[in-house]
Nanobody, 125 residues
Framework: QVQLVESGGGLVQPGGSLMLSCVATGDTPSRYNAGWFRQPLGKERELVAAITWDGGATRYADSVKGRHTISRDNAKNTISLQMNKLEPEDSAVYYC??????????????????WGKGTLVTVSS
């Protein structure tokens, strides 16, 4: 059974940066697509960024393009999300998730099978 553990959330001022990390442990497949999603308070879960199993392709929500970067280190089973120029609208619980490998990133949260418990990001002065 695969487990995902997120870390790196916290309180940051507008314009600041955070790096989120997600480590996959357990019976991890050799290849899997991954994504970062977020759920603001009282709102639905939404895609932040997704990445293919080999890191060759990525996809971002329009709201974070140019500010956030998703990456992965398959040797360490780690998926990261570098978040820059954070805005109050970025405040949410951030979740890491994995799904079967594909040649294109998987944007639909309904396609993901394994989810972490989330890490809270609060952007406020």
């Amino acid at each position: 059974q695969v487990q995902l553990v997120e870390s790196g959330g916290g309180l940051v001022q507008p314009g600041g940066s955070l790096m989120l990390s997600c480590v996959a442990t357990g019976d991890t497949p050799s290849r899997y697509n991954a994504g970062w999603f977020r759920q603001p308070l009282g709102k639905e879960r939404e895609l932040v960024a997704a990445i293919t199993w080999d890191g060759g392709a990525t996809r971002y929500a329009d709201s974070v393009k140019g500010r956030h970067t998703i990456s992965r280190d398959n040797a360490k089973n780690t998926i990261s999300l570098q978040m820059n120029k954070l805005e109050p609208e970025d405040s949410a619980v951030y979740y890491c998730a994995t799904t079967r490998a594909a040649s294109t990133p998987t944007p639909n949260p309904g396609m993901y099978h394994v989810w972490g418990k989330g890490t809270l990001v609060t952007v406020s002065s």
